[in-house]
Nanobody
Framework: QVQLVESGGGLVQAGGSLRLSCAAS????????MGWFRQAPGKEREFVAA????????YYADSVKGRFTISRDNAKNTVYLQMNSLKPEDTAIYSC????????????????????WGQGTQVTVSS
């Protein structure tokens, strides 16, 4: 059974940093890309970042490019999201997700490419 468990969220002032973690189990983690999405109150879920199965390719939403960094440790079955220079508009519930298919994912920025989701972790950035 695939499980994804996020941690690391919290309350931080604007300009601060947080590192989110997503611990995966129940599948061959190193065979799958991974993604991070977020959803703010009253808004649709949006893509934040994704990483290929090998870690060799990363993808970012324009709104976080240069501030957020996604990485993975296949030995620990964990994907990370380092968030720097946080802004109030980054406030949301952040969830990690595993794609439907192993290997290369064609539309890695689309939520429809993912079938397993974590429960999410709240990130609140105060101004």
């Amino acid at each position: 059974q695939v499980q994804l468990v996020e941690s690391g969220g919290g309350l931080v002032q604007a300009g601060g940093s947080l590192r989110l973690s997503c611990a995966a189990s129940g599948h061959t983690f190193s065979s799958y890309g991974m993604g991070w999405f977020r959803q703010a109150p009253g808004k649709e879920r949006e893509f934040v970042a994704a990483i290929s199965w090998s870690g060799g390719s990363t993808y970012y939403a324009d709104s976080v490019k240069g501030r957020f960094t996604i990485s993975r440790d296949n030995a620990k079955n964990t994907v990370y999201l380092q968030m720097n220079s946080l802004k109030p508009e980054d406030t949301a519930i952040y969830s990690c997700a595993r794609p439907v298919v192993a290997g290369t994912v064609e539309a890695i920025e689309s939520a429809y490419s993912y079938d397993y989701w974590g429960q999410g972790t709240q990130v609140t950035v105060s101004s």
